[in-house]
Structure formats: structure tokens, C-alpha cells
């Protein structure tokens, strides 16, 4: 049986220190990129310079051409149309056509090689041309290039590297802190739980009594306690699932959402019709709905989308929680009519402790428990997805994978 997705404290320092490493191996490769281009753009310009200084003083204080300076080849064009050139010519130098052109820098090919030539007139009327290679020049970028490119690929590695670690270093404290945080919500959470429930019986015992007693005042105080512890234990009970699905996904278990869904519509049934709206379930014939997951959590996730549901109802109104299979998915859904919300502010409402204005005479909102649905659909590895409009109503879809068996039959 496959386990809800859980995010552990552990797997988000993991993301934060991976999402640091990114970040910085991102900067170091723009800097790098940025250094690699200004130095290879430099280095030919400067060897371009180079070259052509090379070939013009060459060739304006050439005496012969049997002792030519490092890499430069001399060539002479003498009377009666003959050519000497310097030792390591390549062969078709003879072959230039540059005794009748005007001095000065210009680019000759011999062969399928390019040189940078340079003629020059001396005082004596001799006329010498001094070339440098160009491809020579080109493939000393390339090697350049790649040597720019590899010192690149290993510094923004290596950053990656460092970056990671220092991620991960700086992320540590970050956990232990999630980890004592959540440590104290699930404490605080359990040892809350037995107060509370006491707390809750005994105003509903002095709501009875107060009913037996005929005091109107006193009867709709105690009932408004009898509210409120109830509303206390709901927001205990949230933060108490809430670390459980953190710490134990072993839970997991084949569910049946048809079940939860009918569950929930008999549990708040009565509710409902105390506030005069309409509880129904829409459930297909093709029932079971199974997914994996822990049951526990499911209904209180359901359950919360009704409650939230009767906070913004109207009396008269209709909640209609659903069922349904959509291409290989399971979809869970939860419609009202009631007041509606603005679907643009709807990833603001799903925050804990952000919640919407309750209608007049409900009981007030906490704001724990869309950011517990959440949760709860993360948890399974599903989606949540909410629509609605002001004054039209609101639904709230809920999708989930199937149950792992489900679906490699299917």
C-alpha cells in the first residue's frame, strides 16, 4: 500500500539547501558568463592589436626578409616582377597580387588560410608585405574559449557544492526550531484535548440545567458557552491533526471517501437543520470511492469544508457535498449557495489564521481550518481547488489519487 506524501522537516531543509545551491550556482554562472565574455572580447581585441602593430612595423623597417620577427612572414617585391619571401612561407605566397596595391593593412588568403597583411613602400623604392596568420590567432581564442568554458562549468559546480553545504548549515537551526515548534503544538495540542473535553461537559451539563431552569438569559448563556468550548476543542483538535499528519504517515490505510462523505452528512445533519439549511450527499452508484490515506484526517478535512460551509450560509440554503471520478481521479466536492467569495482571493483564505466574515448569528471563524484542509490534501498527494463568486455561493473540489490497486487494474 503506497503512504500519503508527507514533507517531513527534514525533506523541506532539504529543498531550502537545494534551492540555496541553485541560487548561488544561478550568480556564479551569470558572473562567470558575464567575466568570460569580457575576457575573451578583450584577448581579441588586444591580440587583433597585436598582430597588426606586429605587421606593420615589420614591414616598415625591413632591411631583407631573411630575419623576420616571430611569427611574421616577410615577403619583397622587387624589379622586373620578381618575389623573395622569408623561410616558412607557405606555399602560393609567390602568387600574391599585392606589388601594385596601395599601402597599408589590409586581409589576404593563401590557400584556405587568412593572414593579416601589412604593405609598405620603403624610402629606397622596395616594397615589402609582412603577414601574421590569422587562423593561428583564431584557434588560440578557441582554445581560450574552452578554457574560459571549462574553468566556468567547474566554478559554478564547485559553487553548487558550497552553496548546498552552507544551505544546508544555515537551514539546520531553521529545523530544530520547526522541529521544537512542532514538538510543542502536538504537546500542547494533546494535553489541551482532556481539559477541554471536561471543560465541554460540564457546560453542557449547566446548559441543561439552565434549560430545566426557565431563565431564558441564563439558558442562552450557558448555550453560548456550550459554542464555544466546542469551537475551542474543533481548533484543538485541528492543531493536533495537523502535527500528526508532520510525524506519523505510517497511518496510512485503504479509505473510502462514500463512507467519510456519509459520515460527515450524518454528523452535522442535526446542525444543519437547527440553522435551517439543507445538508445532502451526492453519491454515484459506482461507489466505493477508495484512496489511500488515514481516514481520521479525511473526515476532519470534509468536515472542516462543511463547517466552513454553514459559516456562510443562509437560512433556506442548500450545502451539497459530492462525489466523482474524473479521468482516473477521484473528486470530492463540497457547493453551497451562501454568501460566496471572490475565487481571486481564495489562495489568501486557505492561510492559517485568515478567514472570511462570518454571517450574522454563526459562530466565529479561527481560521485554522481551510489552512488544515490543505494539509490534509497534500498530504494524499492531491489537489484542492476552489470556486465561487459574491453572493452565489462557493465549492470546494477536492482531487485525489486512487486507491493504489484501483489503479494499476484500471
Not at 471536561?198 to 459554542?227: E, F, I, K, M, N
Not at 479509505?255 to 467519510?260: F, K, N, R, S
Not at 459562530?363 to 481551510?370: A, D, E, N
Request: hydrophobic letters at 45%; glycine letters at 10%; proline letters at 4%.
Amino acid at each position: 500500500m503506497s503512504r500519503p506524501r508527507v514533507r517531513s522537516d527534514r525533506q523541506l531543509l532539504r529543498r531550502a539547501a537545494l534551492s540555496v545551491a541553485v541560487q548561488t550556482a544561478l550568480a556564479v554562472a551569470l558572473v562567470v558568463a558575464v567575466v568570460a565574455v569580457l575576457v575573451f572580447v578583450f584577448n581579441q581585441r588586444e591580440q587583433s592589436e597585436r598582430a597588426r602593430q606586429a605587421v606593420r612595423s615589420a614591414a616598415l623597417t625591413a632591411d631583407d626578409v631573411g630575419d623576420p620577427p616571430a611569427g611574421v612572414i616577410l615577403v619583397e617585391y622587387r624589379g622586373g616582377g620578381a618575389v623573395a619571401h622569408s623561410a616558412g612561407a607557405p606555399s602560393g605566397t609567390d602568387n600574391l597580387t599585392l606589388s601594385d596595391v596601395d599601402s597599408g593593412l589590409r586581409t589576404v588568403h593563401i590557400g584556405s588560410a587568412s593572414y593579416q597583411a601589412y604593405v609598405a613602400d620603403q624610402h629606397d623604392g622596395r616594397r615589402f608585405v609582412a603577414l601574421t596568420s590569422m587562423t593561428a590567432r583564431d584557434d588560440d581564442q578557441r582554445r581560450l574559449l574552452d578554457a574560459l568554458l571549462l574553468a566556468g562549468v567547474v566554478g559554478v559546480v564547485g559553487s553548487a557544492v558550497v552553496g548546498g553545504l552552507i544551505g544546508w548549515l544555515a537551514a539546520r537551526p531553521m529545523g530544530r526550531a520547526l522541529a521544537l515548534q512542532r514538538r510543542f503544538v502536538a504537546d500542547a495540542s494533546h494535553e489541551l484535548r482532556t481539559p477541554l473535553t471536561v471543560l465541554h461537559t460540564r457546560a453542557q451539563l449547566l446548559d441543561r440545567r439552565a434549560a430545566q431552569s426557565g431563565d431564558a438569559a441564563l439558558a442562552a448563556q450557558t448555550g453560548d458557552l456550550v459554542a464555544d468550548t466546542r469551537a475551542m476543542g474543533a481548533v484543538v483538535e485541528d492543531l493536533l491533526l495537523s502535527a500528526q499528519l508532520e510525524h506519523q504517515p505510517e497511518r496510512a490505510e485503504t479509505v473510502d471517501l462514500a463512507v467519510v462523505v456519509a459520515g460527515v452528512v450524518r454528523t452535522f445533519s442535526d446542525h444543519a437543520a437547527t440553522l435551517e439549511v439543507s445538508l445532502v450527499a451526492d453519491l454515484p452508484d459506482d461507489a466505493p470511492f477508495l484512496v489511500d490515506g488515514v481516514e481520521s484526517a479525511l473526515r476532519r478535512a470534509v468536515s472542516a469544508l462543511v463547517d466552513n460551509a454553514l459559516g456562510h450560509e443562509h437560512a433556506g440554503g442548500r450545502i451539497t457535498i459530492g462525489l466523482r471520478r474524473q479521468r482516473r481521479l477521484v473528486e470530492l466536492f463540497v457547493a453551497d449557495d451562501g454568501s460566496g467569495l471572490d475565487p481571486r482571493g481564495a489562495e489568501e483564505l486557505m492561510r492559517r489564521f485568515v478567514r472570511g466574515p462570518a454571517r450574522s448569528g454563526h459562530s466565529p471563524r479561527f481560521g485554522i481550518g481551510l489552512a488544515l484542509v490543505r494539509e490534509v490534501v497534500q498530504a494524499h498527494r492531491g489537489t484542492i481547488r476552489i470556486d465561487g463568486e459574491p453572493g452565489i455561493g462557493a465549492r470546494f473540489t477536492l482531487t485525489f489519487p486512487p486507491h493504489s490497486l484501483e489503479s494499476r487494474e484500471t
